[in-house]
């Protein structure tokens, strides 16, 4: 069974970094991929990036891929968000999902091919 326990979000103020992680309990293989979501108050939920499990290799959204930086560690298939410059819109719940059985050699972050989530952190950033 695949569990997926976030951490890292809290009140950030304005202009700062902050690093997400996500802990996958559960993966067997290195077929799988890992995504980063979120969704705020009021709007869907939103595919930010995404990390193959044994090339690495990584895609982001067009929006904000400029402040945002995934990366895992494979022997403790943790994966990091880090978002810099935040700004108040990047207020949100931010979940992980992880996507088992994967063979691609590219993920893609729509969130129907997720199998597995995560309960979110929240991230509010004010000044």
């Known amino acids: 069974q695949v569990q997926i326990v976030e951490s890292g979000g809290g009140l950030v103020q304005p202009g700062g970094p902050l690093t997400l992680t996500c802990v996958v309990y559960?993966?067997?293989?290195?077929?799988?991929?890992i995504a980063w979501f979120r969704q705020a108050p009021g709007k869907e939920r939103e595919g930010l990036s995404c990390?193959?499990?044994?090339?690495?290799?990584?895609r982001y959204a067009d929006a904000i891929m400029d402040r945002l930086t995934i990366s895992k560690n494979n022997a403790r298939n943790i994966a990091y968000l880090r978002i810099d410059y935040l700004k108040p819109e990047d207020t949100g719940r931010y979940f992980c999902?992880?996507?088992?059985?994967?063979?691609?050699?590219?993920?893609?972050?729509?969130?129907?091919?997720?199998?597995?989530w995560g309960q979110g952190t929240q991230i509010t950033v004010s000044a």
């Open positions: 999902a992880a996507e088992i059985r994967f063979y691609g050699s590219q993920c893609y972050v729509d969130p129907v091919r997720f199998d597995y």
């Open positions: 559960g993966l067997t293989d290195e077929y799988h991929a």
């Open positions: 990390i193959t499990g044994s090339t690495e290799k990584t």
